[in-house]
C-alpha cells in the first residue's frame, strides 16, 4: 500500500505539473492588485522655532484592475492613511473604461483629471521623485486631482510623432463662501460629490509628442464651470482654469544616463464675488472683493547614470523650484516659493528611498502674516507592488 | 525672486538644447519600430522601466491594456509593447 501510495506521490511529482499545465488556459477576465505602500521621516523648521520630527504617511494604496476583455477595463484605487493616530481611508479613483475603437477610449466614474500631468501620471509616491508635492497640489492646491463624470480619451499617430486628448466633464468645483468658512472665502474646492449646481464642469487636455522617439511632450489642459450654489448670490461666479506641461525624457549615452524634465504651469482665475469678514469690534460683517486669480509653476529635472555599472546606477540625482501665488486680498493670500534637491536610491523599477531637503519662502498663507521661511528634510520609502 | 529668474532661464536653456538635439534624432514613425525600441522609448517617460520579466503574460495583457489608457499610447504602440514583453519576460 505503501509503495503504491509513494510510486503515486512521485508520479504526481514529475507528472502534476504537466497534466495541470495542460488543464491551465489563462481566462480571458483577468484581475490583479497591484498599489504601493509610502512611508517617511519628516524633519521641518519654521524660522528659528523648534523643528519638527515625525513619521508621516504610512500610506498603503492598493489598487484594483479588472480586465474583462481586451476593450473592458475597471479600475480602482484606495488609500488608507496613518493620520493623528488614525486611519484615514481615501477613494482616489473607481472607473469604467470601454475601448470604442483605435482612437477613442470612454471612461466614466471618478477618474484621476489630466488637468496638467502632476496629479494624473505624477504623484504616487513611487513615481514622484521627492518626497514633497511641489507648491500649489494637494491640500489647498490650485489644481483639481480627480472628477466624477464621463472622458473620452485617446491617442492618434500624427506625422512621425502623435497626439493624445481627454475631453471630460464632471462635477464641478465648489466655491467656498464666507459662510462656510471664512478664512477660505473664494477657494475653489474640488471634491464634489453631489453637485452643487446643475452646471457641469467641463475640461480636456491635448497633449503633443513631435519627435518620432516620444521622448518630448507639450500639454495643454483647460477646465470651465460654475462654482457657486444655485439660488445664491455666487450662483454665476464661475471657474476658470488652464494649465500647460512640458515632459522631457530619455537615456542619453553622451550622459550615461537618463536626463528627466517635468514641469507645470497652473492658472486658475475665478470671477469677482463679494465676501464678508468680521473685523474685531464690528456688529456686522463687511464686505470686500479681490481679483481671485492663482498660479502655480513647477520644474523639475532628474538625472540617473542608468547607464554605469554596479551601485551608482540606482542612483538618482533630482532638483525642483516650485512657486504658488494666492490672491492678492483674500484671506488666503500667500506668495511662495521653493527648492527642493533630493537623492534616490532605487530598489526596483517601482521600489525607491528617497532623501531630500528644500527650503519654502512664503509671505501670507492661512492664518499667517509676515515671512516664513520653512527647511525641511525627509527621509521617503516607497514601495510598488 | 532673481533666484527664479536665474533657475527658469537655466532650466529654459536646457530644454531648448535638448529639444534641439533631439530633432536631430532620426525620424521613423512607430509603424517602423520594433516593440522593444516602443517599449524603450515610451515607458521610461512617466515612470521607471518595467523588465519585460516583472510580470507573466496575462498580467502583462492587464497592464498593456491598463496603460493604454491611462498613459494615452496608440493601438500599434501597445499591441507591439505587449507582444514584445510576452515574447522576451
Redesign the interface.
Known sequence: MRTIAAAGLLFLLFFGPDIFAQDFKPSKTQFMIRGYGHSGLNYEKVNDEDPDVSYVGATFAPMFLFKHSDRLLFEAELEFELEDGEVKVGFEYANFNYVLNKYITARAGKFLLPFGTFMERLHPAWINRLSTLPLGFGHDGVAPSSGIGVELRGSAPIGSGKINYSLYMINGPVLVTSAMDPEEAGMLRFENFEDNNGNKAVGGRLGVLPLSNSSVELGVSFYNGLAGNTGSQYENVAASLYALDFSYVKQISAIKGILDIKAQYTQSNVSDANYYEMAPGDTIPVSYTFANTSNAYFAQLSYRPSMASGFIKNVEIVGRYSTLATPEGAEWEQEASQFAIGVNYWLSWRSVLKFSYQITESVGGHGNTGANTTKGMFAHWALGF | ?N??KI??GI?AV??LT??LY??T???????KKSGAQLW???C????????PG?YN???W???G??M?????????EIVKIVEFMKTVN
Open positions: 525672486m533666484k527664479i533657475i527658469s532650466i536646457m530644454i535638448i529639444t533631439s530633432c534624432a532620426q525620424r521613423a514613425a512607430a509603424s524603450g522609448e515610451n521610461i517617460r512617466c515612470h521607471n522601466i518595467p523588465s516583472d503574460d496575462v498580467d495583457e492587464t497592464i491594456l491598463h493604454r489608457i491611462r498613459a494615452n499610447l496608440t493601438e500599434e
